[in-house]
């Protein structure tokens, strides 16, 4: 029962990490009902989830994932949040694929849109990509091609009891934040959108504790869970084992700034055709300038250039020599061998 941990959330009081990992396993076993877990989501939430339980909570998830073992030294996602309600493009999904055009190992984990009208299972499989694949397809794809998409839901099978919920209650709780940093491939690199900046230094320290090697954990201008082209994006950067925060700017990197309405996002169908542009090249706008910008932060995330300036220019060059097209072409034949 979650009566116990709904009680002492409800009260303001922080739970241990055996309190938490103890409520996640009643949670993930179908041992609450519905109404149980929402009380308990809305009460995390209304205190404000820390560290200590959050981490918990990953251990927890990670250890019923199916796990995906890739043989790679640097593994990268760039799955944010979401929840940001911005109703921004699929710029982390188009970055993917990306870095991987540059030779960045990528396990792209996602979901279907929540809070948006597209999110990346729903964009990937507009423009041909199969999100049921098999697991042991999925694997090949990553260390064969470079890249593949974990499918949460298929990953992850014990979601299926808070996943109803999580729709219902239609607030941002802590499995916003658990769902990236549960990457069923563990990924050793991670570029992370966040839906606060509040959350930056915090999501940091939990990624720290799940050992992820290199981290931007990003919030841009207006709570986007992406690098903005509007203003200024805090970071927090683990890197070494230590946590650093600073923000950003596209100007510092010579890109040219938009408002936030020119890279609006829409229906799975138009985000896909608008991907498809600009890796065709047909689109210089502000479309391709966010894709460059946040997968300059994507390369130096994954320790494949030394800084995000260098980061900007192997980024336009995989878009503009073609080759970010044809790692999409080739993730879209691979999941559907």
Not at 127 to 132: C, I, S, T
Not at 230 to 248: H, P, Q, R
């Amino acid at each position: 029962m979650l009566k116990p941990y709904i009680k002492k959330a409800a009260e303001r009081e922080n739970l241990t990490s055996q309190e938490m990992k103890e409520a996640m396993e009643i949670m993930m076993t179908g041992k609450s009902s519905e109404a149980q877990i929402a009380a308990f989501l809305t009460a995390l939430k209304m205190k404000g989830e820390t560290v200590e339980e959050i981490s918990a909570a990953a251990m927890v998830m990670r250890e019923k994932a199916h796990y995906i073992k890739i043989d790679k030294e640097v593994i990268l996602d760039t799955c944010g949040t979401g929840g940001d309600y911005a109703e921004t493009f699929n710029i982390s999904t188009a970055v993917s694929v990306v870095a991987a055009a540059c030779g960045v190992t990528v396990a792209k984990h996602g979901n279907r849109a929540l809070t948006s009208k597209s999110g990346s299972a729903d964009v990937l499989k507009a423009l041909g990509v199969n999100v049921d694949a098999s697991h042991d397809n999925i694997k090949n794809s990553i260390e064969n091609i470079g890249i593949g998409f974990l499918f949460a839901p298929g990953c992850h099978m014990a979601m299926k009891y808070a996943a109803p919920v999580r729709r219902e209650i239609g607030i941002r709780n802590i499995f916003n934040v658990l769902g990236p940093i549960i990457n069923p491939a563990r990924n050793t690199h991670h570029l992370m959108g966040v839906y606060a900046g509040s959350l930056t230094e915090k999501i940091a320290a939990v990624l720290k504790n799940m050992g992820n090697v290199h981290s931007l954990v990003i919030c841009g201008e207006g709570n986007v869970d992406e690098a903005v082209l509007w203003g200024n994006t805090s970071v927090a950067e683990l890197k070494d084992g230590k946590i650093t925060t600073y923000s950003i700017n596209p100007e510092e990197f010579g890109i040219e700034p938009c408002t936030q309405k020119e890279v609006i996002g829409s229906s799975p169908e138009e985000n896909a055709a608008i991907m498809a542009e600009v890796f065709a090249g047909k689109r210089k706008d502000a479309y391709y300038r966010i894709i460059v910008y946040n997968g300059a932060i994507a390369l130096y995330t994954a320790d494949a250039v030394k800084s995000i300036k260098d980061g900007v220019l192997m980024a336009k060059d995989a878009i503009d020599s073609g080759r970010a097209a044809d790692k999409l072409k080739q993730l879209v034949e691979y999941s559907n061998k």
